[in-house]
C-alpha cells in the first residue's frame, strides 16, 4: 500500500500522559485526528474532513511530545481497513471502518518553524558520556593497518580532432 501525505490541523489533544496507550505486546500507541480543510473557507464548497491516525513505537511517542492541538501538522500515512461489530437498531452489524497508519510526521513548516532536537535511540548513550563513574572509560581504538595505494589507472589517449 502507498503511504500518503496529509496536512491539516490535529484536533485531538495530544498528550504523552493522556493518549498514549500501550499494544497487548507493549507498543506505545498514539490515536489522533486531523482536519483537513477543503475548498475556501467561508465559500459553500467549504469541507472540513476529520482524518483518524495511529502511530506506533517511537513515533508515536515523539508526536506526542511535538503536537498539540491545533498545531498544523503533515503526517504520512498508509490506508488501513479494520472490521468492528456495533448495534444499529438493537441489531449487531460488522462495519469496515477506514483509517491511517502514521509511519512519518511532524509539524507543517509553510507557516512556522521548528527546532529539531534529535532523539537517541533506546539504550543508547549519548556520544560524549560513559556508562557510569564506577566503570572504566573504553579503551582506545587501535589504529587500523596502513592499506597499498591503490595502482593508477593508464591515461586514455588524447583526442585531438575536432569533431565539431
Known amino acids: 500500500m502507498y503511504n500518503l501525505p496529509f496536512t491539516g490541523n490535529v484536533v485531538t489533544d495530544v498528550s504523552p500522559d493522556e493518549l498514549i496507550t500501550n499494544t497487548k505486546s507493549g507498543v506505545p500507541r498514539l490515536n489522533f485526528k486531523l482536519a483537513i480543510n477543503e475548498g475556501e473557507r467561508g465559500a459553500e464548497n467549504e469541507k472540513s474532513h476529520f482524518i483518524p491516525f495511529t502511530a506506533f513505537g517511537s513515533l508515536a511517542e515523539n508526536l506526542a511530545s511535538s503536537l ?72 582506545p581504538r587501535k589504529a587500523a593497518p596502513a592499506k597499498a595505494a591503490p595502482a593508477k589507472a593508464k591515461a586514455a589517449p588524447v583526442d585531438d580532432d575536432n569533431d565539431f
Open 68 to 139: 498539540k492541538k491545533g498545531m498544523r501538522a503533515t503526517i504520512v500515512g498508509r490506508l488501513n481497513s479494520y472490521e468492528k461489530e456495533v448495534q444499529i437498531g438493537g441489531e449487531d452489524k460488522k462495519l469496515t471502518m477506514l483509517g491511517f497508519t502514521a509511519v512519518e510526521g511532524g509539524p507543517a513548516l509553510r507557516w512556522a518553524t521548528a527546532d529539531v532536537t534529535k532523539v537517541p535511540a533506546k539504550g543508547a548513550r549519548p556520544a560524549d558520556s560513559y556508562a557510569g563513574d564506577d566503570e572504566a572509560a573504553p579503551a
